[in-house]
């Protein structure tokens, strides 16, 4: 059994449809309840309460862990103590690139690595997810707003970071590595905005924010830690975060999805 945390999120949710196509018995873990594939159990948990998760641990085998909560030490001791051998942590490129910054995904990464059991790290960039965010205003005046419009990262499709899991999850020999994801070439966020316009027929016009406009607006939703070091990778990223790695690739035996290829898919979202 194979328990995926974040199972209605953009990787977990896509996770779980893989490995119940490869004919895995999953448990999908959230707190909230959405439709899952047939034959996948549901648990309801909380990261954030430990305790929560101990029926959907019990007897299992992996577990994909997302950072999430206060207490990785707990998680994992509930992970040990249910019988979980092999965990796989979805992290943060951050963790490693701005270790300062980024201190959840830092403790989450070090309570895997001192649980005792078998463990993967995945450290991935951005998502291409992240432009759901111009899902609105696209919708609404076709315009997509963002800080640093010629800043060029190689963003990742997360059906990539979902595949690498699976990938992780089933097969031995990827105990005790961490391994670097990243999509197939660095790509500004105009040149984002002008894919998703591509994929509708119709161009998106983009709309440079300033810095402190979108200061104010991830704010809304992040801790200050994390906004400082989300603008400072957006705006000044360092060689290594601008940096596309082989990791996808040699793990997948393919190259990463590009993000014109994920407007494509989630086109949808844009109407
Ligand atoms: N977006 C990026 O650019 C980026 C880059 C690097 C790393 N990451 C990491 O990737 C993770 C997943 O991203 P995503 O885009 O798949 O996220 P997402 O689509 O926003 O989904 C977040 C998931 O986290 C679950 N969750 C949140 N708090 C929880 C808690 N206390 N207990 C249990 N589940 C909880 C949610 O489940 P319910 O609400 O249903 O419980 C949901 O399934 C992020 O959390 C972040 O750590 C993201």
Same mark, same amino acid.
Do not use: C
């Given at each position: 059994?194979?328990? *995926?945390?974040?199972? /209605?999120? &953009?990787?977990?949710?896509?996770? $779980? ?23 996948? !159990? ?5 990261? @954030? ?25 707990? $998680?994992?001791?509930? @992970? ?6 092999? *965990? *796989?942590?979805? =992290? =943060? &490129?951050?963790?490693? /690139? ?11 990464? &070090? @309570?895997?690595?001192? =649980?005792?059991?078998? %463990? ?13 965010? %111009? ?8 315009? @997509? ?34 391994? #670097?994801? /990243?999509?197939?070439?660095?790509? /500004? ?21 300033? #810095?402190?406009?979108?200061?104010? &607006? ?23 975060? !601008?940096? $596309? =790695?082989?990791? *996808? #690739? ?11 290829? %994920? ?9």
């Amino acid at each position: 059994m194979i328990v *995926v945390t974040g199972a /209605t999120g &953009q990787v977990g949710g896509e996770l $779980v449809r893989l490995l119940a196509a490869a004919g895995e018995r999953v448990t999908a873990l959230s707190r909230r309840t959405v439709s899952f594939p047939e034959g996948v !159990r549901h648990s309801a948990g909380d990261l @954030a309460e430990p305790a929560s998760l101990k029926p959907a641990l019990d007897g299992a085998d992996a577990l994909f862990l997302l950072v999430a909560g206060e207490d990785p030490r707990a $998680v994992l001791g509930e @992970a040990v103590a249910g019988g979980i051998r092999r *965990v *796989v942590l979805l =992290s =943060s &490129q951050g963790a490693g /690139t701005r270790p300062h910054a980024y201190g959840h995904p830092v403790a989450f990464e &070090q @309570a895997v690595r001192e =649980s005792g059991l078998e %463990w993967t790290i995945l450290r991935p960039g951005g998502f291409d997810s992240n432009a759901l965010a %111009w899902a609105e205003p696209i919708r609404a005046h076709r315009t @997509a707003a963002a800080p640093f419009g010629d800043v060029a990262l190689p963003v990742i499709d997360p059906a990539d970071i979902a595949e690498v899991a699976a990938a992780v999850l089933r097969q031995d020999g990827h105990g005790g590595r961490t391994y #670097e994801l /990243t999509g197939p070439e660095p790509v /500004t966020p105009r040149r984002r905005a002008a894919a998703i316009g591509g994929a509708l027929g119709t161009e998106v016009r983009f709309v440079e924010q300033t #810095e402190e406009e979108a200061r104010a &607006q991830m704010s809304r939703f992040m801790p200050a830690p994390v906004v400082e070091g989300t603008l400072a990778i957006l705006g000044t990223p360092t060689a290594a975060e !601008r940096r $596309v =790695s082989p990791d *996808v #690739e040699r793990l997948l035996g393919r190259a990463p999805r590009t993000f014109a290829d %994920w407007a494509a898919r989630n086109v949808a979202a844009f109407r």
